[in-house]
Nanobody, 115 residues
Framework: VQLQASGGGLVQAGGSLRLSCAASGRTFTGFLMGWFRQAPGKEREFVAAISWSGGSRYYADSVKGRFTISRDNAKNMLYLQMNSLKPEDTAVYYC?????????WGQGTLVTVSS
């Protein structure tokens, strides 16, 4: 599956952004989907994940209560609603699809939060 992330940009602290990730190439069904981020000079870290049915969602402690992951399987889309953004949320955000031994990364989208 090929992934295309979008929606990044520059926002002031306290603001909101919604990231999108479009999947193509094969069915979306059965894939666990997630968002990761990588800040300058740091390792890539987990942000959030959602089961293929949407019934289970997982969040990093640093974003819990501020970010919401969702998906629309009919449209092959993954989303990340980010509220109450902080400067420390500044990073390149990547979407990822996993099913069994298969995994795919999307290209990143840059989120910059100014103080």
């Amino acid at each position: 599956v090929q992934l295309q992330a979008s929606g990044g940009g520059l926002v002031q602290a306290g603001g909101s952004l919604r990231l999108s990730c479009a999947a193509s190439g094969r069915t979306f069904t059965g894939f666990l989907m997630g968002w990761f981020r990588q800040a300058p000079g740091k390792e890539r870290e987990f942000v959030a994940a959602i089961s293929w049915s949407g019934g289970s969602r997982y969040y990093a402690d640093s974003v819990k209560g501020r970010f919401t992951i969702s998906r629309d399987n009919a449209k092959n889309m993954l989303y990340l609603q980010m509220n109450s953004l902080k400067p420390e949320d500044t990073a390149v955000y990547y979407c990822k699809a996993v099913r069994g031994a298969m995994s795919s990364w999307g290209q990143g989208t840059l989120v910059t939060v100014s103080s």
